[in-house]
T-cell receptor, first 112, second 119 residues
Framework: KQEVTQIPAALSVPEGENLVLNCSFTDSAIYNLQWFRQDPGKGLTSLLLIQSSQREQTSGRLNASLDKSSGRSTLYIAASQPGDSATYLCAVRPYNTDKLIFGTGTRLQVFP | NAGVMQNPRHLVRRRGQEARLRCSPVKGHSHVYWYRQLPEEGLKFMVYLQKENIIDESGMPKERFSAEFPKEGPSILRIQQVVRGDSAAYFC?????????????????FGDGTRLSIL
């Protein structure tokens, strides 16, 4: 059974710091891994999607890496800003299914 | 292009009533997914539909819950005889399907959710 874990559960940092959020999954048989952002009371915004054959994806100040064999992904946020404050979720799509299995999220607060 | 549209944003029902949640996918998407987020918990998959067909309902409670995605119109998640434990945020997502396992290589785009409160 696929399980997704995110560490840390919460993080509070001053503006300008570079951050690393971690995601681990127990079964490496996945099609892809997706990182999302969720603001309080809002829906999910897709940030990056990494196919199983890829090692990383970049978008602006965000970089996500995937090591499928070890069951890990990291989301790197450069030069953090208060507007980055949100909950960050990772989700994997296992083989032979079309559903996403979500982690429990990392709640990030960036203070000025 | 409009994203995934869900309505209503907030829905209040009394125990025993019916709740209907609607989801209009991104234009051109034929794959719809429903997820539930209970208070202080992560998102859990409920059901996956393609036009007029339920593909995977492994996450849906066996009783009181049903979902449809008709040829015309939005996808509907229906909860009959609601109970307090049904209070949650219900999210819909859509994707387009290409090759291999349908939808497997495409990102899922999420709506803003419907927050259901049961009195």
């Amino acid at each position: 059974k696929q399980e997704v874990t995110q560490i840390p559960a919460a993080l509070s940092v001053p503006e300008g710091e570079n951050l690393v959020l971690n995601c681990s999954f127990t079964d490496s048989a996945i099609y892809n891994l997706q990182w999302f952002r969720q603001d309080p009371g809002k829906g999910l915004t897709s940030l990056l999607l990494i196919q199983s054959s890829q090692r990383e994806q970049t978008s602006g100040r965000l970089n996500a890496s995937l090591d499928k064999s070890s069951g890990r992904s990291t989301l790197y946020i450069a030069a953090s800003q208060p507007g980055d404050s949100a909950t960050y979720l990772c989700a994997v799509r296992p083989y032979n299914t079309d559903k996403l299995i979500f982690g429990t999220g990392t709640r990030l607060q960036v203070f000025p | 292009n409009a994203g995934v549209m869900q309505n209503p944003r907030h829905l209040v029902r009394r125990r025993g009533q019916e709740a209907r949640l609607r989801c209009s996918p991104v234009k051109g998407h034929s794959h719809v997914y429903w997820y539930r987020q209970l208070p202080e918990e992560g998102l859990k998959f409920m059901v996956y539909l393609q036009k007029e067909n339920i593909i995977d309902e492994s996450g849906m409670p066996k009783e009181r819950f049903s979902a449809e995605f008709p040829k015309e119109g939005p996808s509907i998640l229906r909860i009959q005889q609601v109970v307090r434990g049904d209070s949650a945020a219900y999210f819909c997502a859509s994707s387009s399907g290409t090759g291999g396992s349908p939808g497997s290589n495409q990102p899922q785009h999420f709506g803003d959710g419907t927050r259901l409160s049961i009195l």
